[in-house]
T-cell receptor, first 111, second 114 residues
Framework: GQQLNQSPQSMFIQEGEDVSMNCTSS?????WLWYKQEPGEGPVLLIA?????ELTSNGRLTAQFGITRKDSFLNISASIPSDVGIYFC???????????FGSGTQLTVLP | DSGVTQTPKHLITATGQRVTLRCSPR?????VYWYQQSLDQGLQFLIQ???????AKGNILERFSAQQFPDLHSELNLSSLELGDSALYFC?????????????FGPGTRLTVT
């Protein structure tokens, strides 16, 4: 089946720093979604991307749909303590009917 | 609040037992998805229903089954439970019209099998 490689697996950053994480695949995806999950909660949809090259922002979060359609990036600017959580990418390819999820990036923001 | 509700929040049961997890989708959403999340497996898609009919199956065990009722709520039935079934179970919903791949997740049910 489809596989998404999400990196890094975990990050420890200082409050105020910018963060970058990405997802890559050997397959072409038509849709990329980014979710955030906090402990004991369900994933929350942050950003959805539908076109190659698309750059979309949601507050301090910016995500991009890679030109090759095989990757996506999520950037968080000026991190704050409430950014702590696990960030998941999810993608949908033309041949698949369901989302494929990455393994997540655990983000820790140090005061 | 995503608008998706799940009950119960926590469930503790013994091996061999059967449980039912319940999900109510966002108002107007016709599709319901079930996922299992365990520590070493990430989010695994189990099954999807659309307007009462099974639409897609993922890595769902034969001991597990689901259904979607006319009022669009869904239930996931887990039987002959094993220790390895302990996990978080999430329900998500999406709209058929427009951007149907934007799935909105409920708060989950934490199942512990002892």
């Amino acid at each position: 089946g489809q596989q998404l490689n999400q990196s890094p697996q975990s990050m420890f950053i200082q409050e105020g720093e910018d963060v970058s994480m990405n997802c890559t695949s050997s397959s072409i995806f038509n849709t990329w979604l980014w979710y955030k999950q906090e402990p004991g909660e369900g994933p929350v949809l942050l950003i959805a991307l539908y076109k190659a090259g698309e750059l979309t922002s949601n507050g301090r979060l910016t995500a991009q749909f890679g030109i090759t359609r095989k990757d996506s990036f999520l950037n968080i600017s000026a991190s704050i303590p409430s950014d702590v959580g696990i960030y998941f990418c999810a993608g949908l390819s033309g041949s698949a009917r369901q989302l494929t999820f990455g393994s997540g990036t655990q983000l820790t923001v140090l005061p | 609040d995503s608008g998706v509700t799940q009950t119960p929040k926590h469930l503790i049961t013994a091996t061999g037992q059967r449980v039912t997890l319940r999900c109510s989708p966002r108002s107007g959403d016709l599709s319901v998805y079930w996922y299992q999340q365990s520590l070493d497996q990430g989010l695994q898609f189990l099954i999807q229903y659309y307007n009462g009919e099974e639409r897609a199956k993922g890595n769902i065990l034969e001991r597990f089954s689901a259904q979607q009722f006319p009022d669009l709520h869904s239930e996931l039935n887990l039987s002959s439970l094993e220790l390895g079934d302990s996990a978080l179970y999430f329900c998500a919903s999406s709209s058929r019209q427009g951007l149907s791949y934007e799935q909105y997740f409920g708060p989950g049910t934490r199942l512990t099998v002892t």
